[in-house]
């Protein structure tokens, strides 16, 4: 529903038809689904993120970030990537962005959803500290191998100026 409302709210200044289909259709959502929960499980209080970009699929070419924050249980080595997904938890934070800077290819625009989701995630990583729950190197799960080779320098960045203004 966050990005819907995200794209409506957009369009609300131009609004047409098609806005007002969107909001007819948000609002049939909401009445379909009125008993929504969310479930927690207890945990180890360790934040975990899912990062993921949809590129270039808002209006004027820019791209959505969005971020998917959750408690979960210690990774079993903190310094090296999980091999599996740790036991799922109701979400702690949902990030949803619309990036205005029109990025050339996918991958900027996943290391560009990184950036914002590790800013995200400082508050968030404090107050756990302070609630008495030491966090680790916070694991954020991204699906593009290119944006997860240049964060975790395992290839070599080529031709990366504009990544080095935009992020760096």
Known sequence: MLVTLGTISTNQAKANTRTAHAVVKLLNYATTHPNATIRYHASDMVLYIYSDTSYL???????????????????????????????PNGPLHTTSHIMH??????????????????????????????????QPPTPIQTDNSTAAGFVNNTIKQKRSKAIDMHFY
């Open 101 to 134: 800077n029109v990025l050339a290819s996918a991958a900027k625009a996943e290391l560009g959803t990184l950036f914002i989701n590790d800013q995200e995630s400082i508050p968030v990583c404090i107050t756990l500290e302070e609630l008495g729950h030491p």
């Open 57 to 87: 699929s808002a209006p004027k070419a820019c791209s959505r970030a969005s971020g998917h924050f959750y408690l979960s249980d210690k990774p079993k080595q903190p310094t090296v990537a999980p091999t599996h997904q740790p036991s």
